[in-house]
């Protein structure tokens, strides 16, 4: 292991200054992530078996009448490899279809099936409910500044990976 110069040895930092995970950002972003997955994947995992990837590409696949695989993965923030197996699994369970799109023969698009939207619309109001709940007690304008912090967050993280 390398010595940075850099870095303080254990015995020059200030306990005042110590790390404690539990109040480093990074860490809770990931309790809160996992704490809300879990409140909206019980909904839609309980009552079709759906993973939140499966979940996530109905969810994007929903408002259009077919998007390519490619524009799934553009729209949803889920990589290639979970855009294709949430493909292959709702295809398998009969809630999506492949087809050539009418326009452009070289092109395949994919479309939820009767049962896939029946599932997708009866989800909706029940996963809004448990974002209802995640957000009670907050006022409208507070949930407002929520979603402007979290932008804020993303938008800084965006500028770092772009520095890297």
Known sequence: MTKNKDCPSAAAVDFQDMFELKSFFPYLVRIYYR??????GAVYSNLY???????RTMAVLG???????????????IDKVNVSRAIAKL???GFLKRDID?????????????SGRTAFYALIPR???????LLQGMTPKER?????LMEKVRNNAGMLKDAS
Do not use: C, F, N, Q
């Not at 009418?102 to 009767?114: I, K, N, Q």
């Open 102 to 114: 009418g326009d452009d023969r070289r092109r395949s698009v994919l479309r939820l099936t009767e």
């Open 91 to 93: 295809r398998e369970r």
């Open 49 to 55: 078996g759906l993973s939140a990837y499966e979940w």
């Open 144 to 148: 407002e500044t929520l979603i402007r």
């Open 35 to 40: 704490a809300v997955s879990e409140s909206v």
């Open 127 to 133: 996963v809004r409910e448990v974002e209802a709940h």
């Open 63 to 77: 408002p259009y009448a077919a998007l390519s695989a490619t524009e799934i993965v553009e729209k949803s923030s």
